[in-house]
Nanobody, 123 residues
């Protein structure tokens, strides 16, 4: 059973940066595509970014393109989300999820989820 743990969230000022990590506490991420999602209060969970199991393909929501970068280190069993130039509207709980198959930003495709990490962007 794959178990995911997110870390790296926190409070940051607008324009700042954070790097989120998604690690497997049980199982291996090698054969899974990974997605990052976020959910702000009162809003639906939305796909932010995803990466293929090899790391060769990545996709981003329009709202984070050119600011966020997803990457993975399969040797460390970890996927990262580098977030730069953060805006108040990026405030949300961020979740990583794993799917056996093609990377997608559609949350319904994902079988395994982490518990989430809070990101707050505020001055």
């Amino acid at each position: 059973q794959l178990q995911l743990v997110e870390s790296g969230g926190g409070l940051v000022q607008p324009g700042g940066s954070l790097r989120l990590s998604c690690a497997a506490s049980a199982g291996t991420l090698d054969y899974y595509a990974i997605g990052w999602f976020r959910q702000a209060p009162g809003k639906e969970r939305e796909g932010v970014s995803c990466i293929s199991h090899s790391g060769g393909k990545a996709d981003y929501a329009d709202s984070v393109k050119d600011r966020f970068t997803i990457s993975r280190d399969n040797a460390k069993n970890t996927v990262y989300l580098q977030m730069n130039n953060l805006k108040p509207e990026d405030t949300a709980v961020y979740y990583c999820a794993a799917v056996w198959g093609r990377a997608t930003k559609k949350r319904s495709q994902y079988a395994y989820w982490g518990q989430g990490t809070q990101v707050t962007v505020s001055s």
